[in-house]
């Protein structure tokens, strides 16, 4: 297959889509500094190989798509205890939503909302003591970019203008559902989603995916059937409120950002990743949705 000409092809096709409807996201206001023309695609393989077009050196916010591997971190180092904090449904409403919380006491509908992912760092802070760390480790090495790093003055923004979050963690905090003091949760959190990464960087950190659960060194990281159920909340919940138009239009497993990144894996083939800042109403990159409906059309990729 000429992956190469394929990136060119839908980049071209989704551009030609426009996308003046889309909006850089601006309540974190250092992300709103993003400029909107930035567009980039990768595609890695489970052979090795890595094509990439556009801005996919680049590296950008990843935002909510850090959540995908504090989630794999987290189930890789504490197993199915989790499951007993977060649920794993979609949750029919914005990322940031407090109304479920309450009537659901303080177990968060998925691992992707910002309140499941709240407690997804949580535990891994416990598992590891630094869960920020741990996160930005992984990336470095599946990525093979020993440079990938957070992007402080984004943290910092994110952790001032960080009420709606904080509100969401002293909630979970209530009811028992935080096993660290707010305040370092909430600072590993920013950490992970502050984290500064290309499209190429991601596309090969996310490969573990399409691998079944190996790693870049050939060593597991989980097992085949976690590695389903990661795939499994990723196609059900990775594109907030938008999952099931994502599963409709594209048919992988994926997490977006609000920074415009959008990961998604074809398990057994290989991983694409594809960020442009301009984001729909629910929080998915416009252009990054396109593209990857454009790719999936074209080449079959899809896993139904
Ligand atoms: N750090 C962002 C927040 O907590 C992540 C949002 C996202 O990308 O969905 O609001």
């Known amino acids: 297959m000429d992956y190469q000409g394929l990136l060119y092809e839908v980049m071209d096709e989704a551009l030609r889509g426009g996308h003046a409807h889309g909006r850089v996201a601006d309540y974190i206001p250092a992300l709103a500094e993003a400029d909107p023309a930035q567009f980039g695609m990768a595609i890695a393989t489970v052979d090795g190989e890595v094509y990439g077009a556009g801005d996919w050196e680049q590296p950008f916010s990843i935002q909510s798509v850090s959540k995908l591997f504090s989630l794999t971190l987290t189930m890789a180092e504490g197993g199915e205890g989790l499951w007993r904090r977060v649920g794993r449904e979609p949750s029919g409403n914005p990322y940031n939503s407090l109304v479920q919380l309450e009537s659901e006491h303080g177990i ?21 003591g630094d869960a920020g760390g741990a996160v930005r480790d992984f990336l470095r090495v599946e990525s093979r970019n020993a440079a990938l790093e957070v992007d402080e003055t984004v943290a910092a923004s994110e952790a001032l203008h960080g009420n709606r979050n904080a509100a969401l963690a002293h909630f979970i905090a209530s009811y028992g559902n935080l096993h660290n003091p707010v305040d370092a ?20 950190a996310g490969l573990f995916l399409a691998r079944h659960g190996i790693r870049v060194d050939g060593s597991r990281l989980l097992t085949r059937s ?64 396109a593209a990857l409906d454009a790719l999936t059309t074209a080449t079959g990729w899809s896993i139904f």
């Open 185 to 204: 949760v909430l600072r590993h959190y920013y950490a992970h989603c502050a984290l500064a990464a290309s499209c190429g960087d991601l596309a090969r």
């Open 226 to 289: 976690e590695a389903k159920r990661v795939n499994a909340v990723l196609l059900t919940c990775g594109t907030y409120d938008a999952a099931g138009q994502f599963a409709f239009r594209v048919g992988l497993p994926g997490k977006s950002g609000v920074g415009g990144g959008i990961l998604a894996v074809l398990p057994g083939r290989g991983s694409v990743c594809v960020w442009s800042p301009p984001l729909d109403a629910t929080g998915n990159s416009v252009l990054g949705v």
């Open 108 to 128: 968060p509908r998925n691992p992707f909302i910002n309140a499941g992912a709240i407690v997804v760092t949580d535990r891994l802070l416990e598992l590891t």
